[in-house]
């Protein structure tokens, strides 16, 4: 897929913070979420700033006649809205939809990527040791560049989501950072 993509053009990539917080290990995740929100919305910003693509790759939960407008209202109308408001997609944000665990699997997401020509992607949102591992796998065997900012990443299992960020760094060149340390160079036109 990304074979001949440039290296140097990113994406932020934003896994399943979309959320209404409504399902099983919910109140597991949110205490790992909390302190996610106000550094993914730094680290949007700035992303937005450097004309920096920002993917949204949310799952459907399963409702298949909604669109993303419907996944964020849902999410903003529950008493976790809070999570959701610092993060939500803007004007030039894209969505993609998901029904399983990787960014990639079954999704247009490759599709975009490579018409994008970007060749490094920045991982984030949840779960650590579920949905941003197995995205990470599927980014790196199309050959992608791949970044996760550890403190950008929420968890439900902290010791899992410390061993698939080992994993990702070791098994798949992921390079694992901190959000302030992810730097997005500007594009060229």
């Given at each position: ?7 140097t ?29 106000p550094?993914?919305t ?89 949905c941003?591992?197995?995205s ?54």
């Amino acid at each position: 897929m990304a074979r001949g993509a440039d290296p140097t053009r990113s994406a932020l990539i934003v896994i399943d913070m979309i959320n209404t917080y409504d399902h099983e290990d919910a109140e597991l995740l949110m205490p790992s979420v909390e302190p996610v929100v106000p550094v993914l919305t730094e680290l949007l910003g700035r992303a937005r700033e450097a004309d920096v693509p920002v993917i949204y790759v949310n799952d459907n939960f399963g409702l298949w006649r909604s669109h993303h407008g419907e996944l964020l209202d849902a999410a903003l109308s529950q008493p976790n809205a809070h999570l959701i408001e610092p993060i939500r997609p803007d004007d030039r944000s894209l969505f993609v939809m998901k029904a399983r665990h990787s960014v990639f699997f079954e999704t247009p997401l490759s599709y975009l990527l490579w018409s994008l020509d970007v060749g490094h992607v920045v991982l984030t949102g949840q779960v650590t040791e579920q949905c941003v591992l197995y995205s990470a796998l599927d980014a790196h065997i199309r050959h992608l560049e791949v970044t996760v900012p550890r403190d950008a990443v929420a968890s439900i299992h902290p010791h899992l989501a410390s061993a698939a960020l080992e994993m990702m760094e070791r098994n798949m060149g992921a390079r694992i950072t901190t959000a302030k340390e992810t730097e997005f160079p500007p594009r060229e036109a």
